[in-house]
């Protein structure tokens, strides 16, 4: 029969840490730093560009949007209205500016609209 010294108890084995072994992050951080270690190229303010980009343009474009997506820093508009289309193709230039503008410099390189 086992005696209760026989037991290790966690007091026993985990350290205490120290204030500079231990700081809180944001999980973005820790999350990018963890696949830049690994070397995979990760892009996790998607959702901010999206919500910038239906900030800048309107209820009314986020309604007439059928997809939209960031991939490798380009904003790809699905939109159902070949009207608004071509609205948005001469507006695209600045609303990227004023995306960049927001969030800094090189988030986005270029909108696609389709």
Known sequence: MRS???FIFEEDYVKPRGVSEASEQPIK???EK?????GI???FNQEEIIKTWE???GEFIKKLTKKI???DKVLYVHVN???LKSELMMLRTSVCDRINERMGENT???IYIK
């Open 81 to 83: 209205s070949p009207a």
């Open 4 to 6: 209760a010294k026989d």
């Open 55 to 57: 900030e800048l343009t």
């Open 41 to 43: 190229a990760a892009d």
């Open 108 to 110: 986005l390189k270029f």
């Open 29 to 31: 951080n820790v999350m």
């Open 34 to 38: 963890f696949f830049e270690s690994l």
């Open 69 to 71: 997506y960031v991939e």
